[in-house]
């Protein structure tokens, strides 16, 4: 059986988190989705309702579960038993952090393996910090995040 966990902030979960989400749960037994709880990023959105969020928008993935930590993720890979990180890759900018993300990975925990799926066309240009700018800017976000998150989106922002 085949653990693999896919972490971030997830401020909000976008489409393109839900798509790496559906097609990692293809492909490993369970897949926990663990939302980053002390970010240095600037959050809209609480750890709660990032779970919250990430569990509806994943309600249809049985294999998937969803959870908040704070520390390492190797760590966190260790105490779950997961031999896989799993994340998403975009276009070039994302390929440089993530490939040196992938090298301290291996110095820290050499026997878990960093699995980077490649972005849907759809979502190349998608990220949570270009989507919250054009939500408070007021622009359509509906056909980038699941229906719950744009309903707390424009709560949120008032828009």
Known sequence: ???????GTFDPVTNGHVD???????????????VYDLSAK????????????FTKAAEHLPNVKVMP???LTVDLAHRLGAAVIVRG????ADFEYEFEMALMTKHLAPE????????????????STLLKEVARLKG??????????ARALREKLQT
Do not use: C, K, W
């Open 1 to 7: 059986m085949v653990i693999a966990i896919y972490p």
């Open 20 to 34: 790496i989400a559906n097609r990692a749960s293809r492909i490993f037994d369970t897949l926990y989705v663990a």
């Open 42 to 53: 600037t959050l809209l959105f609480d750890t709660t309702e990032r779970v919250a969020f």
């Open 69 to 71: 930590y704070a520390g």
């Open 89 to 92: 890759l975009r276009a070039g």
């Open 112 to 127: 878990i393996e960093y699995v980077s799926f490649m972005s849907s066309l759809e979502y190349q240009f998608l990220s």
């Open 140 to 149: 359509n976000v509906e056909s980038l995040v699941p229906a719950h998150v």
